[in-house]
């Protein structure tokens, strides 16, 4: 079945230093949608930025990730961690780009910005 | 934004208590989810739906049951609770079109935290 990985758990980082948060995932479908939720302490998932397009960046937020169906990858990225930034992070799958309506969900990663 | 609200915020209920979670989308969505979130699971689908009378299963339907009763209004059942269904439960909707695909962000609401003695 549809799955997603994130392998780190927990990340502690320094402000001002980069963010990479890994995602890789595994479908079938050839055509799928790639989705970073973001969650602060306290509050529920909002969207942080998604994509469909293949090798296309997109950005939101100071954030950015490109999706790679070659190596079934949609890393996240930041160039400068900032104390706002401390959340827990999902990575999120739609295999048939909403014809399922459903949504696989990864473990997240529990990120922590440090001065 | 979608506008999703969930009752009660937080409940308590003992062992083999009955509890119904409440799930209302003023956004005229056609999908509505539950999901619980624990600690080193992260969110997990219970069941789902596309519409009014309809319910789809989830990754982790078991000791649940939903119905939804109309567009807007979705509803989480727990007909005799267990320690182990004490966890946040989240309500999303999404306006995903069954078969056809489009706009298929998740919304959440805030969050029930259920706690069963």
């Known amino acids: 079945g549809d799955s997603v990985t994130q392998t780190e758990g927990l990340v502690t980082l320094t402000e001002g230093l980069p963010v990479m948060l890994n995602c890789t995932y595994q479908t079938i479908y050839s055509n799928p949608f790639l989705f970073w939720y973001v969650q602060h302490l306290n509050e529920s998932p909002r969207l942080l930025l998604k994509?469909?397009?293949?090798?296309k960046r997109t950005e939101h937020q100071g954030f950015h990730a490109t999706l790679h169906k070659s190596s079934s990858s949609f890393h996240l990225q930041k160039s400068s961690a900032q104390l706002s930034d401390s959340a827990l992070y999902y990575c999120?799958?739609?295999?048939?780009?909403?014809?399922?309506?459903?949504?696989?969900f990864g473990e997240g990663t529990q990120v922590t910005v440090i001065s | 934004e979608a506008a999703v609200t969930q009752s009660p915020r937080n409940k308590v209920t003992v062992t083999g208590g009955n509890v119904t979670l409440s799930c209302r989308q003023t956004n005229s969505h056609n999908y509505m989810y539950w999901y619980r979130q624990d600690t080193g699971h992260g969110l997990r689908l219970i069941h789902y739906?596309?519409?009014?009378?309809?319910?789809q299963i989830g990754d982790v339907p078991d000791g649940y049951k939903a119905t939804r009763t109309t567009q807007e209004d979705f509803f989480l059942l727990l007909e005799l609770a267990s320690p182990s269904q004490t966890s946040l439960y989240f309500c999303?909707?999404?306006?995903?079109?069954?078969?056809?695909?489009?706009?298929?962000?998740?919304?959440f609401g805030p969050g029930t935290r259920l706690l069963v003695l």
């Open positions: 994509s469909f397009t293949d090798n």
């Open positions: 739906s596309y519409g009014a009378g309809n319910l």
């Open positions: 999303a909707s999404s306006d995903a079109v069954r078969d056809w695909g489009g706009e298929d962000t998740q919304y």
């Open positions: 999120a799958l739609s295999p048939t780009g909403g014809l399922s309506g459903k949504l696989t």
